[in-house]
């Protein structure tokens, strides 16, 4: 079986959420079946495209260039997997309305019409890279909303990481011409089940002569961005820390500074410089970020829109009890983790509190994760839907 993996022309830059996603699917269904090959082509049209028993395109959201990938496999009659990675646009509405920053506030009160602002975003983006420049006169012409409906019905089956993530297709698009499976999101077992504590607490004695052992940790890991909301968050941790409660609690960031939002990085950096008690140190490699997981605290991820919020995962298997936002982690952490809403800092410190004082035993979740929720398991998902395609063509 020879299967092709394809994707938005700037897929490596920058790296997003698909990029991981892709990298992760295709190393595990290789490692599962070594007789199956997986390329990567980010070509519009595959010259060799009649090599290959399946096209698996990922993300839907900026669609210009996957929408023509798309046209262009079934025009030569190959079998067409795509792996959604759609945010619901309630969410995404509710984030551009209330947490944008620098010019792209500006350009909101301007343009009301979100699908008018996607379209915006990658013309604005084609013009420093001239790939993109075709596919999104495409998209100006047939517009984007109208291109993931029909990229929708040109599919054979569309990868879902939750019902919810369904049902929003649905609504958001206006079309339930399509055939949905739910293939799980995964973690890496190996690095974030029972990870040690000391090499973060090694790393953090050296960066800051500060013993996290005796401290109590709110961890947060994701880009430095708008809408992974640290702005709100640490609003809340200083309304936690007018009790007496949380003194022994320190807030960590882990992740990258985005170079999108420097009005938004100012804040941050403004913000966390005024208090003794946050810390920001940057990224960290995987081994080292399931060392910083496992400490004594909370993980809390109140992001803007997620398609589930795989870090959550990560950090609840590492040991730390959830506290994140949106319906569809639900349906991975269920009644284990604390629910908040994103524009609310007196939400994320009302679930911050009460994750605090949980007495629930994580112990029957992570083997939850453990038993479905791994990149083992996503590869075992996807090769049967590329059988069950196979079969049908034959």
Request: glycine share 4%; hydrophobic share 35%; proline share 4%.
């Amino acid at each position: 079986m020879k299967i092709l993996f394809q994707s938005r022309v700037d897929l490596y830059n920058p790296r997003g959420g698909d990029t991981f996603q892709i990298e992760k699917t295709k190393s595990a269904i290789e490692k599962l079946d070594p007789s199956i090959k997986i390329d990567i082509s980010l070509n519009l049209h595959e010259k060799n495209i009649s090599d290959y028993d399946i096209v698996h395109l990922f993300n839907i959201d900026w669609v210009c260039e996957t929408y023509m990938q798309a046209k262009f496999a079934k025009d030569n009659n190959k079998p067409l997997v795509i792996s959604a990675i759609h945010h619901s646009y309630k969410e995404v509405l509710d984030f551009e309305n209330y947490a944008r920053y620098d010019i792209r506030r500006i350009y909101n009160l301007i343009v009301k019409s979100q699908s008018l602002r996607d379209v915006g975003k990658n013309v604005y983006r084609s013009l420093f890279n001239v790939k993109k420049l075709y596919p999104t006169l495409m998209q100006v012409l047939m517009g984007i909303r109208n291109q993931q409906r029909k990229i929708l019905q040109m599919s054979d089956v569309v990868l879902v990481q939750t019902a919810s993530e369904a049902k929003d297709l649905f609504s958001d698009f206006g079309t339930k011409d399509f055939v949905s499976s739910v293939v799980v999101n995964g973690v890496d077992a190996e690095i974030f089940d029972k990870p040690s504590r000391s090499p973060f607490q090694k790393f953090f004695m050296e960066k800051y002569s500060i013993d996290i052992s005796k401290k109590k940790v709110l961890l947060n890991v994701g880009r430095i961005e708008p809408r992974k909301n640290q702005l709100n968050l640490i609003t809340a941790f200083e309304m936690l820390k007018e009790s007496e409660t949380f003194n022994d609690y320190i807030l960590v960031f882990v992740g990258d500074l985005t170079e999108r939002s420097p009005e938004y990085i100012y804040r941050f950096n403004s913000a966390i410089s005024k208090d003794d008690d946050i810390y920001y140190v940057g990224p960290l490699p995987q081994q080292m970020l399931a060392s910083a997981m496992s400490q004594d605290g909370i993980y809390v991820h109140p992001s803007w829109f997620e398609t589930t919020g795989l870090v959550s995962l990560e950090a609840t298997l590492a040991g730390m009890i959830p506290v994140v936002s949106g319906e569809r982690v639900k349906e991975y952490l269920g009644d284990y983790g604390y629910y908040c809403d994103p524009k609310s800092p007196g939400s994320i410190k009302d679930a911050i509190l009460k994750a605090s004082k949980s007495s629930k035993n994580l112990g029957d979740l992570k083997k939850r994760i453990l038993r479905e929720f791994t990149w083992d398991n996503a590869a075992l998902q996807t090769l049967s839907i590329y059988k069950s395609l196979l079969s049908k063509s034959k």
